[in-house]
């Protein structure tokens, strides 16, 4: 019988917090002043296992478990130590050292070394590696640039690459987390249900749709985890999960409606947090689909959605409309580039231009779940569906579960759907690569689900990742938005707030668009 644990059943009280658990799962009680947190999220991880992840929801778990040799610092501006303690380039960027940090223990308790560290990158990388999945590689291209890496010694990793690779730093901290290898060879390709890595915390039990229980790891290398445990809850309606906040049956949640903010802010209780985004929420148009092969027709869906009531009324304040693929707050946004202004007039003359004056029959797919770049998307796709039958497109709306939606969406089932993008670092290398890179248009795992190629950009793209100027990077980024700005294969729709609303009495969460909890805490 599946395990469940009903929406209002956990309750954390204070010190010698109980956490009561239904139908045959041991009662836990975390050790005094090692409170547990439950977390409230509207969908759940589809993997655990960092090779695989292409969605935040298992990301929001995953970054608990598992560390790179570099991380993201907490003020998102650049790149610190985290597995590896420092690292030097040679060879004209096309070697990179990196230097281990010593004494580091996986879950499992076996050691950490530069040994696990070419075992995780060439099990992405090399379809000889005997744990290599397709699908790895697919997912994020930016380690085809590697030509070889290797353990100089049991703490030391060289990287030689086949061309110098601007962002490959980032590309490290961003996409190679350390997984254990004995665990890796003992589950297979079960591993994404048993994941081992050397973060704060370590993983308990996934119960699938319900809840993911991770616990304290007692051996980590950093300052330990003040938190004993953490249950991320799978609550899919914002109204119970903003109802179990309130009763306390949660401590913290995500995907807030703008509705509920001012009530949250005036329980003594409660506060919200806000912080700026590095993310676009956005309409893609399949343009290997017709009539959106048409660049005419892509133009006119950009004319005919109203993106300034759109924000105002799904987002309520906590979001900007956005005018390009690149949000304000990460530099190469090219801020002065015209944007395509409401005007039903002028898409109706684009689609008669188009031999469609009757309008056309089309499909919408809806993400089911909250995102941090979009937090009401059922809301956002009527008020998007209502636009587009003011100029004579019927569009019929499609939702599913999380699952199968990105798997749709990455194999090119979709006419028009919508997604978003939250960068994990400033620089916009990642985000416009993923997302409008032809490498990226391939199925079944595309990321750029418009399946727009473009050899023009794709030649900026790979110019901007081989020089060291920010300033001419940040050139070749402008004539790549120049051009998807005329070949218009999104509708970019807003520029969002991260928004977390939280117990009173818990701190030092740093939210981005997952949250780090490693050195979050309770008030007794």
């Not at 420092?86 to 879950?107: C, D, K, N, Q, Y």
């Not at 995500?254 to 509920?260: A, N």
């Not at 979001?319 to 202004?341: E, N, R």
Request: a negative charge.
């Amino acid at each position: 019988m599946r395990k469940q644990l009903p929406a209002l059943l956990l309750a954390v009280a204070g010190a010698g917090v109980l956490l009561a658990v239904a139908a045959g799962i041991s009662t836990l009680r975390a050790p005094p002043c090692e409170p547990t947190l439950c977390f409230g999220r509207g969908g759940d991880s589809v993997t655990l296992d960092p090779a695989a992840v292409s969605d935040g929801e298992s990301a929001m778990v995953g970054v608990q478990i598992y560390e790179g040799l570099a991380r993201l610092s907490d003020d998102l501006s650049g790149i610190e130590p985290c597995l590896a303690t420092s690292w030097e380039e040679s060879a004209g960027g096309r070697e990179w050292t990196f230097h281990l940090r010593r004494g580091v223990l996986f879950h499992d308790g076996t050691a950490f070394t530069s040994e696990a560290v070419v075992f995780a990158v060439r099990r992405k990388m090399d379809p000889a590696h005997s744990y290599f999945e397709k699908r790895f590689a697919e997912i994020e291209q930016s380690l085809t640039v590697l030509d070889e890496v290797d353990a100089v010694d049991a703490y030391t990793v060289r990287f030689r690459l086949k061309h110098p690779f601007t962002p490959f730093l980032t590309a490290i901290a961003n996409y190679v987390d350390i997984v254990s290898p004995a665990a890796v060879m003992k589950w297979g390709a079960d591993f994404e249900r048993h994941p081992v890595g050397t973060g704060p915390f370590k993983f308990v039990e996934w119960v699938p749709d319900d809840y993911i229980l991770l616990e304290k790891n007692r051996s980590y290398w950093g300052s330990r985890p003040r938190l004993g445990r953490v249950l991320f809850r799978c609550i899919p309606d914002g109204k119970e999960r903003l109802l179990a906040l309130k009763t306390g049956a949660i401590q913290a949640m995500d995907g807030i409606s703008p509705e509920d903010l001012d009530a949250i802010r005036r329980r003594p209780d409660l506060r919200v947090e806000t912080r700026a985004g590095l993310n676009i929420g956005y309409l893609a148009m399949n343009v290997e689909k017709p009539p959106f092969d048409r660049v005419g027709v892509r133009r006119a869906i950009n004319h005919a959605i109203n993106k300034a009531n759109l924000v105002k009324m799904a987002y309520g304040g906590l979001a900007v409309p956005a005018t390009g693929p690149i949000p304000a707050t990460m530099w190469g946004s090219a801020g002065d580039l015209p944007d395509y202004p409401y005007d039903p007039d002028q898409a109706r003359r684009l689609l008669v231009d188009a031999g469609l004056g009757s309008g056309f029959e089309t499909s919408l797919w809806v993400m089911p779940i909250p995102r941090p770049y979009m937090i009401q998307p059922q809301r956002i796709a009527d008020a998007i569906k209502a636009n587009l039958a003011a100029i004579g497109v019927r569009a019929k709306l499609h939702s599913c579960d999380w699952q199968s939606y990105l798997e749709g969406i990455g194999s090119g089932e979709h006419e028009m759907a919508l997604i978003g993008y939250s960068a994990d670092s400033p620089d916009p290398d990642d985000l416009l690569t993923t997302n409008l890179g032809s490498e990226y248009a391939v199925k079944p795992n595309a990321g750029n689900i418009s399946f727009f190629r473009n050899p023009q950009v794709d030649v900026m793209l790979l110019r901007a990742r081989s020089v060291l100027s920010p300033e001419k990077r940040a050139g070749y980024y402008r004539q790549v938005l120049e051009i998807v700005h005329e070949e218009a294969p999104w509708v970019p729709l807003a520029y969002a707030k991260q928004v977390l609303a939280m117990s009173r009495n818990l701190h030092g969460i740093v939210l981005t668009d997952v949250v780090w909890l490693r050195d979050a805490w309770m008030d007794e």
